[in-house]
């Protein structure tokens, strides 16, 4: 029987196999998914609908920014194992999806697994790695960031990658960002500041102060005031621009940043791990 190119391609899709085993798998099944996935298994295929149930705990995270340095992506490619995770051929795929990523700007992960790389999706990719490497990989993350200036970070080991946004820039506000990249790294805010928490955070920290108060034996009528201090002390201990900089802990990142240059501030940040 005749198949057409997608039913080769949705074959593909499914387990991961090279494109001429998938057809020769349905001519030989006679058009029948289930018995050409069967076929493909006892000539050896490795079937990466198998793998769809593993945990992808490993990767690398990948990051590109512009010349100018107002715009930047980051694409976290993740994976089953650390092997895997430092092969160059996963290294190499992961700068190939950044470029489609930084040249294209899609809207989000979906529509960039849409975009092509020769002349196959990013998804089709994807499927054709985890046949040819036998473990499950994914797209853990992707951001596209835009500002005044953006600046990028990756931890050592490419495990941790991070965007930083800022505004009212000078010549030194480069390497503060990188500062700012490795503290937000390093403590892992919330939040910007306390106005970007959530209220469902805001409620539980709260309701946590309360019978934290309450357990300590603090009469009822403070219980209220006892727990808005907590989650005062919350916010400063969470929240990037009251946090206390790392580098010099007498300073906030907000009192550090106006050291650099006044009124120079992160507009948005965004904090990425292959383990997150």
Request: aromatic content about 4%; some cysteine; proline content about 1%.
């Amino acid at each position: 029987m005749a198949i057409t190119a997608q039913e080769v391609n949705k074959l593909r899709q499914m387990t991961g196999a090279g494109m001429m085993d998938c057809k020769k798998a349905l001519v030989e099944a006679d058009g029948d998914f289930d018995k050409a996935i069967e076929i493909l298994r006892k000539k050896g295929q490795k079937v990466s609908a198998s793998r769809s149930d593993r945990e992808t705990t490993e990767g690398a995270v990948f990051v590109k920014a512009s010349d100018d340095h107002k715009e930047a992506v980051l694409v976290s490619l993740n994976c089953e194992t650390d092997f895997v995770a430092k092969n160059d051929d996963f290294q190499q795929f992961g700068k190939q999806i950044l470029d489609v990523a930084f040249k294209n700007k899609p809207v989000s992960t979906d529509a960039l697994k849409a975009l092509k790389i020769d002349d196959l999706t990013v998804g089709e990719k994807i499927t054709e790695m985890v046949g040819k490497i036998g473990e499950k990989i994914e797209i853990g993350a992707y951001e596209h960031m835009q500002g005044e200036m953006v600046v990028t970070y990756i931890h050592a080991g490419n495990r941790l990658g991070v965007l930083v946004a800022m505004e009212n820039t000078n010549d030194a506000a480069e390497e503060a960002g990188k500062d700012v990249a490795m503290q937000i790294a390093a403590m892992n805010p919330v939040g910007l500041n306390k106005d970007s928490v959530d209220q469902a955070t805001i409620d539980r920290e709260l309701e946590i102060g309360k019978e934290q108060a309450r357990a300590e034996g603090k009469p009822e009528n403070m219980l209220d005031k006892i727990a808005q201090g907590k989650l005062n002390k919350f916010f400063k201990d969470n929240t990037l621009m009251e946090q206390s900089y790392v580098k010099d802990p007498s300073m906030t990142i907000t009192q550090y940043l106006n050291s650099v240059n006044k009124g120079l501030k992160v507009t948005q940040f965004k904090r990425v791990s292959v383990t997150a």
